[in-house]
């Protein structure tokens, strides 16, 4: 990567009902273990199939409610289409909603790369194959799906090398942007566990963990179990983030793959190759080790992955000097997300250092005997740590693949941002959705959200709400000043009310275009989700 890329927008979905950036944070700045026993949803189909094996793992709450209207999908579509398909088409919309970026404004340029490995879907599909289900289930079709539906034409690839899929697909992102091949990109992965065989067949491998829990660096560790996810990121160039005054996380200073070569065994870890590829990324992106303050391993809690990597990084980041280094992991709490795993250590990370503060290691008590971290600076966090000057000021990221395929990230802060200048009084702000009943649900969001708002904050939710968000079908016009202007009148929409401040806009209504820039977190859109499944083969 020659040219640092900006993270402008974000979203994941991780397992127990985490639906939102913040749901995360708490998951993981509370080192709750979000994994549990295999939902009905899953072992219902299949039965007796999945008797035997471990299936204790991380899951995702209704992974086949979908809101195929949104999108433009008919509901006999919607039902032979991948449920990881459909979760990113849902993830991508609402990472662009965190970026504050309309969809159209940036779909000529942008690309979308996608981590993806599992096509478990294909084993609830009954009967001959047909256009929908041809077009619904294969690898390519994810990204293409994404790019066709939203209408993006830069470059467009899914690709699987296992457990690394996700940030090696981050890694593609921005050489793409930096390359020049597009001015936007979308890029992370996706993971659904929707059928035994994938379980039966790590099962056999002996990788996954008898007891059912993932204790990353532990002396308990004993393998690790599954996990689902999605996390997406929206990255630019940095100079051209700076110049759109995007809001921005953090900054990709370097990213790099490798490959492990020959070892004692296919699936076996290369502790030099790891070693080599931190070193490489880090000089070309300038960064020395000393800089790294946290950084989110790989981290699968196996008896042998775990003393490797932590061989590795205590070779390329381990200092001698007083600055400490913090190793974690978020498969302590979600599990093992396989081809989403790389992203949302990612994503974990970047809250680290917007939020100064790293998050513990969850389902860990003491280091791994085979680990030996004395005179490293080397330290396993076992609760939130502020990022002070103690610290470097960096963070970074690995993700391994069982394909040996190897990934590294090296983020920095946000660059410091020009002193805020108070943004003018806004005149009101726009609310629309697709439906009838998602616009009443937006405006409650609103409504609840502006509740504790401050006045001084208004500006810029009114013009992120109008200028940061799709125009869709069922738009109004609230007109407010301050919030409690907003709130009663939000509320009298939310109930289907009449209200002197809120105002049906036609189709190619003009608003009123906000003055200046700052972007800040609106509510998601509310998604109208029904239960699309296909049945079962025999």
């Known amino acids: ?75 006999k579509e919607a039902r032979v289409l991948d449920p990881q398909h459909r979760l990113l088409l849902e993830v991508v919309w609402e990472a662009f909603e965190h970026a504050a970026i309309p969809v159209a404004d940036v779909a000529a340029g942008t690309g979308v790369f996608v981590g993806i490995t599992g096509r478990d879907y294909r084993q609830w599909l009954s009967g001959e194959p047909n256009p929908y289900s041809t ?31 996700s940030l090696v697909a981050v890694h593609q992102a921005g050489r793409a942007l930096a390359a020049g091949d597009c001015d936007t990109a979308v890029a992370g992965g996706v993971n659904l566990i929707l059928a035994p065989s994938t379980t039966r067949w790590v099962n056999q491998t002996g990788a996954l963990s008898p007891d059912g829990r993932s204790r990353p660096f532990d002396a308990a560790a004993n393998g690790f179990v599954r996990g689902e996810g999605c996390g997406m990121l929206v990255l630019k160039r940095l100079a051209d983030a700076r110049r759109d005054r995007d809001r921005i996380l953090a900054v990709l200073r370097g990213t790099g793959i490798n490959h492990d070569g020959r070892t004692s065994a296919f699936t076996a870890p290369n502790m ?39 061989a590795a990084i205590v070779a390329a980041l381990g200092r001698r000097d007083d600055r400490p280094l913090y190793v974690a992991s978020v498969k302590g709490n979600v599990g093992h997300t396989e081809a989403a795993a790389g992203v949302l250590g990612l994503v974990k990370a970047i809250l680290c250092l917007v939020r100064r503060t790293i998050a513990p290691q969850a389902n860990y008590r003491t280091l791994n005997p085979r680990i030996d971290l004395s005179g490293t600076g080397i330290d396993i966090p076992v609760e939130p740590v502020p990022w002070d000057g103690r610290l470097g000021d960096c963070a970074s990221t690995s993700s391994y693949g069982m394909s040996g395929t190897n990934a590294y990230a090296v983020l920095s802060p946000a660059p410091p941002v020009d002193p ?29 959200h502006l509740g504790t708002l401050p006045n001084r904050d208004f500006p810029a939710f009114a013009g992120t709400a109008t200028a940061g968000r799709t125009r869709l079908k069922h738009a109004v016009w609230v007109r407010a000043a301050e919030p409690r202007d907003a709130v009663p ?50």
């Open 1 to 75: 990567m020659s040219a640092p890329i900006a993270v402008v927008g974000m979203a994941v979905r991780a397992p127990a009902g985490v639906s939102s950036l913040d749901a995360y944070w708490s998951a993981v700045v509370h080192a709750r273990d979000l994994t549990g026993e295999l939902p009905a949803d899953r072992r219902g189909a299949f039965g007796a199939q999945w008797d035997g094996m471990v299936t204790r793992g991380g899951y995702l709450d209704a992974p086949f409610d979908f809101d195929p209207k949104f999108f433009g999908i008919s509901p």
């Open 135 to 165: 077009i619904g289930n294969g690898h390519s079709f994810a990204a293409g799906r994404v790019a066709y539906t939203l209408g993006l034409q830069g470059p467009v690839f899914a690709l699987d090398t296992a457990c690394s899929s």
């Open 272 to 310: 030099s190759a790891q070693a080599k590829l931190i070193d490489s990324v880090l000089a070309a992106a300038g960064v020395s080790g000393q800089e790294i303050g946290f950084h989110e391993a790989h981290g699968t809690g196996t008896p042998l992955g775990d003393p490797v990597e932590m």
């Open 420 to 448: 805020a200048v108070d943004l003018p009084a806004a005149p009101g702000f726009l609310v629309s959705a697709a439906t009838p009943a998602a616009l009443a649900a937006l405006a409650r969001r609103y409504a609840a």
């Open 489 to 538: 009148a939000l509320i009298a929409l939310a109930a289907g009310s009449a209200h002197p401040a809120v105002r049906p806009l036609d189709a190619d209504e003009p608003v009123p275009t906000p003055p200046g820039r700052a972007v800040v977190s609106l509510p998601g859109y509310p998604w109208q989700r029904g239960s699309y499944l296909a049945t079962v083969s025999a």
